[in-house]
């Protein structure tokens, strides 16, 4: 762990700024560490943000909590604000977490993204939305309901969230083109464009972003294309197309995701990366059913992650922002899913192992893939 950091903190300061540079509070006995800061190397072109973890406050450590007032100007809530983590009893809403996470983003002034209106897949929306007393809602019914939400979300935070997830993970690249979940059993397939219609009228400066995954995949990122052009011919705003990007070592996505951010601002909309994580551990035997069984047995670094790997995930990583780099102008916001491995969501899907897909690792000292994309960003 030592010999980490001192690695870590040469490569840093090696061709780096003393004004880019900031301290990190100590470890124990150990120094402060001068990293130099992403948010501050990017300024804000493209704005650089992480996921929070519910109830921030307590989970995160002092370091943790150090990293992210000092190296991100955009915080996604991970989970507090999800219809079945925000009001989870009917008429019961539990602002709490989120007006935390605001209040802590004013004072370490960062922007607030959202996340997020509608998530098109089942299990994401609170148990009561379909259900009127002992039978089905009919689709009025759950209408209502989504507009009474968005309205009553949206207006609370309007002009303090700088972008807003109107809609995540709708479209499939195979038939019907759709993700089919109770939202488009009840709403039909063209509830999308009453949804964003709606986010506009409500809060008309903030961004309104469609959030999908594998965007990086030309067959996918051709559909969403192909969606987001039927919502603007429909009167739809839609500002950016937000690529979530869990993306894995090995993977080679520089090419798709330069011509993804030109494609899609060939028709007016801006490019956010917004949930960017490399896993180590790739995931594809787990998506082969014959081979599922053996994958979720994998537990290949439990202890630490050897820097040949890390090596590895860095140029992952690298490829992302050089890609973004290039195309800067039309690049909102890069958001890394977490701040350090301790608290990532790759620890838990899709099988339980110890991942390590963020910038820090555990200990919240700075990985291989820091350096590499505090030297990207020091370039602009
Ligand atoms: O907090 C409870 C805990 O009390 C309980 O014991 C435990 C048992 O399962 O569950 C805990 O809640 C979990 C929650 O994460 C907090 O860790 C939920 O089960 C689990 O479903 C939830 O997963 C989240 C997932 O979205 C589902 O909404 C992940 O943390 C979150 O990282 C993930 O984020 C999504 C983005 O919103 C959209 N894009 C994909 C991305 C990954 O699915």
């Known amino acids: 762990m030592i010999k980490n950091i001192s690695t870590s903190r040469r490569t840093f300061l090696h061709g780096l700024s003393a ?22 190397l990017a300024g804000g072109h493209p704005l650089i943000g992480a996921a929070v973890p519910t109830h921030f406050d307590k989970r995160l450590n002092a370091q943790e909590k150090a990293i992210l007032s000092s190296q991100f100007d955009s915080v996604t809530p991970e989970n507090c604000m999800k219809w079945q983590s925000l009001c989870r009893k009917q008429g019961e809403y539990n602002f709490g977490p989120i007006d935390r996470l605001v209040e802590m983003a004013k004072a370490n002034k960062q922007k607030v993204v959202g996340h997020t209106l509608i998530f098109n897949r089942d299990g994401n929306y609170p148990d009561w939305l379909f259900r009127d007393g002992g039978k089905e809602a009919d689709s009025k019914l759950v209408w209502k309901r989504v507009e009474a939400h968005v309205v009553k979300l949206m207006t609370r935070y309007k002009g303090r969230i700088d972008s807003w997830d109107v809609l995540n993970e709708f479209v499939e690249s195979h038939d019907p083109g759709y993700r089919v979940t109770d939202f488009t059993r009840f ?6 464009v ?3 219609k709606l986010a506009a009228e409500i809060d008309p ?7 999908d995954f594998a965007v990086e995949n030309p067959k996918r990122q051709k559909a969403i294309l192909a969606f987001v052009r039927s919502l603007q011919d429909s009167g739809c705003r839609v500002d950016v197309i937000g690529s979530q990007s869990h993306l894995e070592i090995g993977d080679d996505v520089g090419k798709n995701i330069n011509s993804m951010i030109k494609n899609f601002a060939a028709i007016g909309v801006r490019s956010a990366f917004t949930e960017l994580d490399v896993d180590v551990i790739s995931r594809k035997l787990f998506w082969n059913p014959k081979t599922r069984p053996a994958a979720v047995l994998q537990n290949p670094y439990p202890v630490s992650c050897p820097d040949e790997v890390l090596q590895q995930q860095a140029k992952v990583y690298h490829s992302v922002f050089e890609a973004v780099m290039a195309n800067r102008k039309n690049v909102d ?7 350090t491995d301790r608290n990532s969501w790759l620890n838990n899907w899709p099988w339980k192992r110890v991942n390590h897909g963020l910038l820090f690792d555990r200990a919240s000292a700075p990985k291989p893939a820091f350096h590499s994309i505090a030297k990207i960003l020091a370039r602009r």
């Open 19 to 40: 004004s880019s540079l900031v301290a990190l509070a100590p470890r124990l006995s150990a120094a402060p560490m001068q990293l130099p800061a992403l948010r501050q």
């Open 187 to 192: 709403l039909g397939k063209d509830y999308p």
């Open 194 to 196: 009453r949804l964003f």
């Open 205 to 211: 400066k903030a961004k309104l972003t469609y959030n």
């Open 333 to 339: 916001r890069v958001t890394m899913w977490g701040i």
